[in-house]
């Protein structure tokens, strides 16, 4: 028995969780979403979201070979940023739109850094981009819910054009009764998803409420019709701000680790989402608000260090900075 | 902090058993902080029970007594439970339990005893922090700053032990004597004996027979609870400034093992030679807490407590979060063993390490608020300077971020070398 004992350094017990089951059950979370994108829009949607995740688990293990790391398609990292993408996207692309964009998410946005956890962009919204920048017209023609594929624009894009979007009652956009992209539609639900992360503790508040709370306040201040009289509550209903505040900017890997960090993440990326919103060239500005912040991470993270035991607030960070 | 499993279960209510006498010790020779004791005896020496069998010339140093009667039949290299190996006094006992000096001392002499003679005879009898860091306690009760607050520390945060609880629930007359002379020893006024709720029958003896002038904290099961500055920063809701100790803030903690054995050193005028130990694990059938002489090799106990039903991979000598796991079943037990574990094959599974997604888990639950992830990344990488700058020296390695990790980063271990790669 003496020569066959395992030494190693402490501590000898774990708890259960692995970033594989994270991984699984974020994606596990955005299910419901997905669900409501194919019933709203039917097949097409489905074939999009299959397409790109095959896509991502396809390359992730293509490239993994290449580089020689150990293979591991089934972490379900790459499932999740298929279906991530898939949801950013609207229903009646080409199919071979998904793909090359799940490529470029995987390939530029992720596997390029060094793979998992080393990437500095939300691999998701990287792709994402990548296609609005080259294929912007696929990007932005959405189809009316239902089988009949009859193309229309989206709330936001109603509201910029018109000033006004009264046709969409608050209950049309909660159950996501109007254009937009596969996942982001159904408010509801991607907040059954959001609430099943919060009960696992897989998301904090941090980012995802003052992101929300952010924009809301700011749609609210600067209305169409003078300060304050803006629709706060259509903005936090429509386009991809559920989504990307509760799946894409609570990202680990790519959003501050303290809490005071995520705060001001969730804060920056509400006041990009809105400046874009109101005064910028686009309707929608959830994808560019996340990835900018996503930019501005090691930063924050260098200046909102935790305060170490025993040390006052000021002179922690004279001795960490 | 974090709740963690417990698997206290097994031995909770199991009274402290003792051991029968081995029939050989091996007594380490540095079982504390500080110089390591020259030996007193000689090969062939007859020693009995309690007798002084090696000291140092060193102010930092704890003495070492026989803890069974018999002869010296060697002076060698042994397996050390911190050390990997050390110099040990080999004792072959004689089955007697003869004790060096058998006498019970009156609570009146006890009573005349100034801090000048408590701490010498503290001194006298070897005691060192029984909770693991081994500090000699002679030194840490003459803190050279005035202290008005002793915490008691029974918090035994560690999952599986019971060694400190059993203590408490079976001697707490005895503890509260012991802590009476602490008090008086350091000058303390304000006393608290630190218990996590997980142990309402300690908490329970302690209520019913303290008076009125000690507080009894009851503090959340967590780890790392029984922390010194943890501790400390949870009972008196403030901290030990960085780079200090907890006199500058005129606070002294004391385990409950060490203050027992205080109690007993002044009170029976007998040195610490035997201590409790909590033996468990899924391999064994009969988890015990025991009361084992210093130096019985933990083969003996764990066959005591036997019979193994699995075999074990992995013994680990303290608790699962900061034990040592050793390479041999022949270490002895030592002045700060509270337990020995016995984990099998798929408890002590290593496992696989995958790259850190930044959860952010190991961040929020940091007691010494470090961000482990990246000390572990700057340790890696062999950047020692910014391992420094995120404040590794602050770390004290309860290992609560490895526990958390879903990426399973050996943060600890990381940590521990970048320790010594600084201290170069």
Redesign the interface.
């Known amino acids: 028995m003496t020569d066959r004992l395992i030494v190693a350094v402490s501590p000898h017990i774990h708890n259960k969780e692995s970033v594989r089951k994270i991984m699984w059950l974020v994606s596990l979370s955005l299910v419901p979403a997905g669900a409501a994108g194919v019933i709203i829009f039917g097949w097409s949607a489905f074939w999009v979201i299959f397409w790109a995740v095959i896509t991502a688990v396809v390359a992730e293990g293509i490239l993994q070979l290449l580089t020689k790391k150990k293979v591991a398609i089934l972490d379900g990292s790459a499932v999740l940023t298929g279906l991530l993408l898939a949801y950013n996207l609207p229903s009646n692309v080409p199919f071979w739109l998904p793909i090359v964009g799940s490529f470029f998410a995987i390939a530029i946005g992720k596997q390029v850094f060094g793979g998992l956890g080393q990437n500095i962009f939300n691999p998701a919204l990287t792709g994402r981009v990548f296609l609005m920048a080259c294929w912007p017209k696929y990007m932005t023609t959405f189809v009316n819910p239902g089988y009949d594929a009859i193309t229309g624009a989206t709330p936001l894009a109603v509201l910029r054009h018109a000033k006004m979007a009264t046709q969409f009652s608050y209950w049309d956009l909660l159950i996501g009764r109007h254009g937009g992209c596969i996942g982001e539609v159904c408010i509801l639900a991607l907040l059954i998803g959001a609430a099943f992360l919060f009960v696992r503790k897989y998301i904090s508040w941090h980012i995802p409420i003052t992101y929300i709370l952010t924009v809301g306040l700011l749609t609210f201040i600067f209305g169409p019709n003078g300060y304050f009289s803006g629709d706060w509550m259509f903005h936090i209903l429509t386009g991809g701000l559920i989504l990307g505040a509760f799946f894409m900017a609570t990202d680990y890997v790519t959003s501050p680790l303290t809490y005071k960090g995520q705060i001001i993440f969730g804060t920056g990326c509400g006041v990009i989402t809105a400046v874009i919103r109101l005064w910028g060239g686009y309707p929608e500005g959830v994808s560019y608000a996340i990835l900018m912040m996503n930019a501005a991470t090691p930063i924050i993270d260098r200046f909102t260090k935790n305060r170490i035991y025993g040390t006052n607030r000021n002179s922690s960070r004279r001795a960490i900075s | 902090m974090?709740r963690?499993?417990e698997c206290k279960d097994k031995t909770e209510h199991k009274p402290i058993e003792v051991l029968l006498l081995p029939k050989k010790v091996y007594i380490p020779l540095s079982q504390h902080l500080g110089k390591i004791c020259v030996p007193e005896v000689k090969v062939g020496d007859l020693v009995v029970r309690g007798q002084l069998i090696a000291s140092a010339q060193a102010h930092v140093h704890a003495r070492v007594h026989a803890s069974i009667s018999g002869k010296v039949t060697a002076i060698q290299d042994w397996p050390h439970p911190v050390l990997g190996r050390c110099k040990a006094i080999v004792i072959e006992g004689d089955g007697s339990d003869k004790l060096s000096s058998p006498s019970r001392i009156t609570q009146a002499e006890v009573d005349s005893f100034s801090a000048e003679q408590i701490r010498n005879i503290i001194f006298e009898a070897g005691i060192v922090g029984m909770g693991g860091a081994s500090f000699p306690t002679h030194i840490k009760l003459n803190p050279p700053k005035p202290v008005d607050t002793l915490i008691v520390n029974g918090a035994e945060c560690e999952?599986f032990l019971n060694s400190d609880n059993r203590l408490m629930i079976e001697k707490a007359k005895e503890i509260i004597a012991g802590i009476k002379l602490v008090a008086k020893c350091v000058g303390a006024k304000n006393v608290y004996i630190a218990i996590e709720d997980n142990k309402p029958e300690a908490i329970k003896q302690f209520q019913s027979i303290c008076d009125k002038r000690y507080a009894i904290s009851i503090l959340k099961s967590q780890y790392p609870q029984g922390g010194e500055?943890q501790l400390i920063?949870n009972v008196l809701r403030k901290?030990?400034?960085?780079?200090?100790l907890p006199f500058d803030i005129a606070v002294v903690v004391q385990n409950v093992a060490t203050i027992y054995a205080i109690y007993e050193a002044l009170y029976l005028a007998k040195p610490l030679y035997e201590r409790t130990v909590t033996v468990t694990g899924s391999c064994i059938d009969n988890p015990k807490n025991l009361l084992v002489p210093i130096g019985t090799p933990i083969k003996e106990l764990i066959n005591y407590c036997g019979p193994i039903t699995t075999?074990?991979?992995?013994?680990?000598i303290?608790g699962?979060?900061?034990?040592?796991?050793?390479?041999?079943?022949?270490v002895p037990v030592i002045k700060s063993t509270g337990g020995v574990?016995l984990?099998s094959e798929k408890?002590?599974r290593?496992?696989e390490e995958?790259?850190?997604?930044?959860?952010?888990?190991c961040?929020?639950e940091?007691?010494?608020?470090?961000?482990p992830?990246?000390i572990n990344l700057s340790s890696e990488k062999s950047l020692w300077q910014q391992a420094k700058?995120?404040?590794v020296a602050?770390c004290i390695?309860c290992?609560?971020c490895?526990?958390?990790?879903?990426?399973?980063r050996?943060l600890?271990?990381t940590v521990?070398r970048a320790k010594l790669e600084i201290a170069k």
């Not at chain 2, 901290?239 to 200090?244: H, I, L, N």
């Not at chain 2, 075999?311 to 680990?316: C, L, M, S």
């Not at chain 2, 995958?354 to 952010?360: A, L, N, P, Q, V």
């Not at chain 2, 940091?366 to 961000?371: S, W």
């Open positions: 974090v963690l499993a999952p500055k920063k901290e030990v400034p960085r780079g200090k075999k074990p991979a992995k013994i680990i303290g699962p979060m900061m034990g040592l796991a050793q390479f041999t079943d022949e574990l984990f408890e002590a290593v496992l995958e790259f850190c997604i930044r959860c952010g888990a961040v929020r940091c007691p010494a608020g470090l961000m992830c990246l700058d995120y404040g602050d390695e290992g609560i490895n526990y958390v990790c879903p990426a399973k050996r600890v271990q521990k």
